[in-house]
Every structure is written in structure tokens, then in C-alpha cells.
């Protein structure tokens, strides 16, 4: 390159970065086009007169977050910076902080919201702050716990986000887990499951926790589950459930005695949904969450660094 012209691009940069001057201004101070201008500023990066730098965060965290986009087709990713010597607590805290912001910048009038529920998902509805919206409505992708493990009971968390939203709630009345595929049958069946089925068509956006191995012992709800179901996960190699729909490493759904028993969306109506965003994060549950991503029932993730690292290393083992 010439230098009388890498000076022009020099001098280009210096007016759009250093006085701040608009493309127009600049194009017209130099009796140049506009276009022009804008492809000289591509090349003072590409010749590297100017260098971009980001100061006071780590922007290889956002890297990392184009690369969990491109690995697994997603439509966003949101990780949070994971501090070595943080505790679990702390990451929880700086996950939920996060989730419940992002989440609030993708809300908007007369949307349909399908909440799961645990301990991710509760805690990111918790920091979500109020947003005067229209005509939106709230409502379970699953029933219940037990009444021993009530504390992020999926009515309160729809209930919740509905208050601040402004926004309507619809209620389950049934546990996730029922004793007979009859009993299950019978409440999908109901004329009052009716109205809550036809909200499972309309939905905009389902926030969903995942649940880990079979050995993670901070689920809420697996305490319905009986010896006899944990058997046959164990022999059919569950590593993991979302909207409390187990499945294997490959990201197959279990479709056995158990999962006709549970009251929940199906993981085939979770990837239809518009926005499926999953809230989830430890290195013990990477491999839980990397079959979801591949079989595409979540197109949004947010977790953190460790976690996407250790993501992105399962996926290439495999």
C-alpha cells in the first residue's frame, strides 16, 4: 500500500475514533464518498492501524460464547466470567444476576411465557426486575413437586413473574410425577388441563432449568421418583432431564413407564417453541447439557465460563 494512501486511512481513523466525527462529516471534510470512508475504516483494522481493544473484560469470553453459538446452531448465548476463587454460591448469584437480566430484555407486550422450575430458574426470576408489559401471560410447563420440595414450586415462580410483568397467570394443580400412566392420561385428558394446553401452543419463550446425572442430589422434584424408575434410568444410561423428561448421552428421549407418568411439555414441544432458553451451569452438568444443545431442544443458553469450557471439550471428544 502506498503511503500517501495508508495516511488518508490513518487520518480517517484518527477523525471517526479520536474526534468522533460521523462518517458524513468525515466524507465530507475530505471530499470523499461515504462509502469510501467506511471501507477505509475496514482497513485500518485489517492493516492494523487501528487496533480494537476492550478494556476492564476478558473479551475472550465473548469469543467463546461465538463458538458455543457456531458448535451447536444456537440462536444466543450468555455466559458469565467464572473467578477461580469464587464459591458455588457466588457463581449461582453471578449466574442468576445475569439470566434474569437477559431475560428481561427479551420480554414485550402480549408474549406467552412457559416457566419449569428449580433452583436456576428461581433464581434468575427472582432477579428479574419489574417491566410494565400488556396483555402477556405466565404460565407452567410442568407440575409440581411434592409437598416436601415446594420451595421453587413452578405456580410461585409463575406467579411471580406475572406480578411483575403485569401479566396474567395460569396455574397447575397436578405433581410431575403421577402414580399410573392412567392417572397421568386422565389429567391431560381433564376439561380443566384444556386451557393450559392450548397455552403450550402459543408459547413465545419457555425458560427451562436442566436437571443433572442421576447421582446429583439437588433436585427438587426426583424425590416422586421411585426405586424401581431410578433402575430403569440407570439401565437405559440417563444423563439428564429438562422439563423433568429424561434422556441419554445422544439426547433420546426415554420414552418408557416413567416419562408416561409425567405431567410436562414434551422435549419435541420444547424445540418448537420460538425462544427455549435454558438456565443451567457446573461442570457436573456439562454432559447433562450437551445433548440438548445437539438434538436442538434449546436454542438459548445461559451458564457460565467453566461450564461452556467444559462443554465445548465434551462436544469435541465426542
Not at 65 to 92: C, I, M, R, W, Y
Not at 132 to 142: C, R, Y
Request: with cysteine; aromatic share 8%; charged share 25%.
Amino acid at each position: 500500500m502506498k503511503e500517501d494512501k495508508k495516511k488518508l486511512i490513518a487520518k480517517v481513523a484518527y477523525m471517526y475514533y479520536e474526534q468522533e466525527l460521523t462518517q458524513a462529516q468525515i466524507a465530507k471534510e475530505l471530499s470523499i464518498y461515504r462509502t469510501t470512508v467506511s471501507r477505509m475504516l475496514s482497513q485500518a483494522k485489517t492493516e492494523g492501524i487501528v487496533e480494537i481493544k476492550i478494556n476492564h473484560f476478558d473479551a475472550g469470553l465473548f469469543e467463546l460464547e461465538e463458538q458455543l453459538k457456531h458448535s451447536f446452531g444456537l440462536t444466543a448465548v450468555e455466559l458469565v466470567p467464572t473467578e477461580n476463587d469464587a464459591s458455588e454460591e457466588a457463581k449461582e448469584e453471578q449466574l442468576a444476576e445475569a439470566a434474569g437480566a437477559w431475560i428481561r430484555r427479551q420480554l414485550s407486550d402480549e408474549m406467552v411465557i412457559g416457566l419449569s422450575w428449580g433452583a436456576s430458574v428461581g433464581n434468575a426470576v427472582n432477579k428479574i426486575d419489574p417491566k410494565q408489559l400488556s396483555d402477556v401471560s405466565v404460565v407452567p410447563v410442568v407440575g409440581g413437586p411434592s409437598h416436601i420440595n415446594s420451595r421453587y414450586h413452578v405456580n410461585t415462580l409463575v406467579y411471580e413473574l406475572a406480578r411483575k410483568l403485569n401479566g396474567h397467570s395460569l396455574f397447575v394443580n397436578a405433581t410431575v410425577i403421577q402414580e399410573t400412566k392412567e392417572l397421568a392420561e386422565g389429567i391431560f385428558n381433564s376439561k380443566y388441563f384444556h386451557d393450559l394446553k392450548e397455552y403450550w401452543k402459543r408459547l413465545d419463550l419457555v425458560i427451562v432449568g436442566v436437571g443433572g446425572p442421576l447421582s446429583y442430589h439437588k433436585s427438587q422434584w426426583r424425590d416422586l421418583l421411585s426405586p424401581a424408575d431410578y433402575e430403569e434410568l440407570k439401565l437405559r444410561e440417563a444423563v439428564g432431564d429438562c422439563c423433568c423428561r429424561f434422556y441419554d448421552s445422544y439426547g433420546k428421549l426415554l420414552n418408557g413407564a416413567l416419562n408416561q407418568r409425567t405431567i410436562g411439555l414434551s422435549l419435541e414441544e420444547l424445540a418448537r417453541v420460538p425462544q427455549s432458553v435454558g438456565i443451567a451451569r457446573g461442570i457436573s452438568k456439562a454432559r447433562s447439557i450437551v445433548p440438548l444443545l445437539k438434538k436442538g431442544y434449546l436454542k438459548t443458553l445461559i451458564t457460565d465460563q467453566e461450564t461452556a469450557q467444559e462443554i465445548l471439550r465434551l462436544n469435541q471428544r465426542k
